[in-house]
């Protein structure tokens, strides 16, 4: 069995034990949404770049706050933030993205790397008028994030890399090559692609999952040409001078021991939270633990 479908047997027992077990007992219940996606995905605007891309993103919280930046993963989209704003500071002024070929932002055809991901960051801080923010960033969000800061350090503040790392992935991602159109979404492979080892909201992770089927089969595969899974990560680490926080949960089936170990070589001085029993998600898992690491963190710059 996978790591992912043990994930997802595992996920769909404590599901199970949820519903039938007394409040308290057992598996715990998963976290309720408190935003309505359908609300979240409605404030979205289209931004376009000089570069001939556009970008969507939803601005949330004090228009006049400290500007942070929330970068999401590999077929994912902004809403993916959705079970952890409600939790971040209400001070602040979020920024939360649909990278390239996600989400509602555009999808060319071509030029899904690291670098093309962060300069489409870079542009859209300069439309919205943004001369720097702290950039938060999730698996390949995270990789988008160190990019950012790497390479444009005067407009980064603080960086925040939440299951990231300095070396390939320990994770096969073969069988997205043998993905058809039009995908599944309630897919043997798709369920077990988007589990984690404790209650999610079912709603949600079905939303999730609809949505990245909806994104065209050759963005999933233009990521992983631009060498997702072999992506050089250590060569660029040392131009990251900005104060960074590294999360991971302990149970992540992608970002493994190996992961964890080599970022925190690469960034000696970065603070680390690592969630005990969480997996490749945190903030789905726990939001209000993962945001409170997050709060303590950022505020260090008021």
């Known amino acids: 069995m996978t790591g992912r479908r043990r994930w997802a047997a595992g996920g769909l027992l404590a599901a199970t034990l949820s519903m039938l077990l007394p409040a308290g007992i057992g598996a715990a219940m998963p976290p309720k949404l408190s935003i309505d996606i359908d609300q979240f995905d409605a404030r979205k605007k289209l931004v376009?770049?000089?570069?001939?891309?556009?970008?969507?993103?939803?601005?949330?919280?004090?228009?006049?706050?400290?500007?942070?930046?929330?970068?999401?993963?590999?077929?994912?989209?902004?809403?993916?933030?959705?079970?952890?704003?409600?939790?971040?500071?209400?001070?602040?002024?979020?920024?939360?993205?649909?990278?390239?070929?996600?989400?509602?932002?555009?999808?060319?055809?071509?030029?899904?790397?690291?670098?093309?991901?962060?300069?489409?960051?870079?542009?859209?801080?300069?439309?919205?008028?943004?001369?720097?923010?702290?950039?938060?960033?999730?698996?390949?969000?995270?990789?988008?994030?160190?990019t950012f800061a790497e390479f444009w350090p005067d407009r980064t503040n603080r960086v925040v890399l939440i299951a990231s790392t300095a070396v390939p992935?320990?994770?096969?991602?073969?069988?997205?090559?043998?993905?058809?159109?039009?995908?599944?979404?309630?897919?043997?492979?798709?369920?077990?692609?988007?589990?984690?080892?404790?209650?999610?909201?079912?709603?949600?992770?079905?939303?999730?999952?609809?949505?990245?089927?909806?994104?065209?089969?050759?963005?999933?595969?233009?990521?992983?040409?631009?060498?997702?899974?072999?992506?050089?990560?250590?060569?660029?680490?040392?131009?990251?001078?900005?104060p960074v926080l590294l999360i991971w949960g302990s149970e992540d089936f992608i970002m493994k021991a190996q992961s964890r170990d080599s970022l925190r070589a690469a960034l000696p001085n970065a603070e680390v939270k690592i969630f005990d029993g969480l997996g490749h998600n945190p903030f789905w898992e726990d939001p209000a633990g993962v945001a409170d690491a997050i709060n303590q963190f950022l505020d260090r710059s008021r």
């Open 48 to 146: 376009p770049l000089p570069d001939g891309e556009s970008l969507a993103y939803v601005s949330w919280g004090n228009p006049a706050g400290k500007p942070v930046v929330l970068i999401h993963g590999y077929t994912d989209s902004a809403s993916d933030w959705a079970p952890l704003v409600p939790y971040l500071s209400k001070s602040d002024r979020l920024i939360l993205v649909d990278i390239r070929g996600h989400g509602k932002s555009g999808k060319p055809e071509c030029c899904y790397t690291r670098f093309d991901f962060a300069y489409d960051i870079k542009l859209l801080l300069d439309a919205l008028h943004i001369k720097k923010a702290d950039i938060i960033g999730h698996s390949l969000g995270s990789y988008i994030t160190q």
């Open 169 to 242: 992935p320990q994770f096969d991602y073969s069988p997205i090559r043998g993905l058809k159109e039009p995908i599944d979404p309630d897919s043997p492979f798709m369920i077990s692609f988007w589990s984690s080892p404790n209650p999610v909201d079912p709603e949600f992770l079905s939303r999730k999952r609809h949505e990245a089927a909806a994104i065209p089969l050759h963005v999933w595969i233009s990521v992983l040409d631009q060498r997702l899974g072999s992506i050089d990560l250590k060569s660029t680490l040392p131009r990251l001078k900005a």
